[in-house]
């Protein structure tokens, strides 16, 4: 699959997740598992602890998330390194007979996020990829976002969520 059918066919998952999730955090009584591993990601992503997730702090955690993936210290990360890592989802998806989609929604975030196709993520394409979606989750433009703006504004979270809840 070449990067720009990557991006779509992740691009079109998140846009079909925003809209379940959506519904979903818009009737829900409980806050579901995967939604609340989300809460918990969001509020370790705050630094501040006030509840809300700005743009540096977002920046930040892209930064520690992309060194924690490189196991080899190379400065990419190649499949094998983002395959490994896991926000927190995978255990979700094997509790709910969805391992191997959730395999394949990481398989295509990878491929998004790998901008230029060569088989691994430059910290480049991180940074670049992580303003991107911040900047689409923080619909409003206040320079901040709370779970729920990830959940549903980021395609990376939503993809990976999609597969674990919808």
Known sequence: ????????LALGYAAASA?????????ATEVPEPVQTLENIAASIDATNDGVVAAAE??????????SMDS???????????FAWDMGFAHLAD??????????AKLDVFAVWDGD?????SSAEAREQALW?????DADGDGQVNARDLAIGSPTFATLLSFVWV
């Open 95 to 104: 509790e709910r007979g969805k391992a191997s989609a959730y395999a394949q």
């Open 117 to 121: 196709g060569d088989g691994v993520i």
């Open 133 to 137: 979606e911040f900047t689409n989750a």
């Open 1 to 8: 699959m070449n990067t720009t059918s990557a991006k779509r």
């Open 19 to 27: 809209v379940a999730l959506a519904a979903t955090l818009g009737s």
């Open 58 to 67: 977002h920046r930040d955690f892209t930064e520690v998330a992309f060194l």
């Open 72 to 82: 080899d210290e190379s400065y990419t990360i190649d499949g094998d390194e983002f």
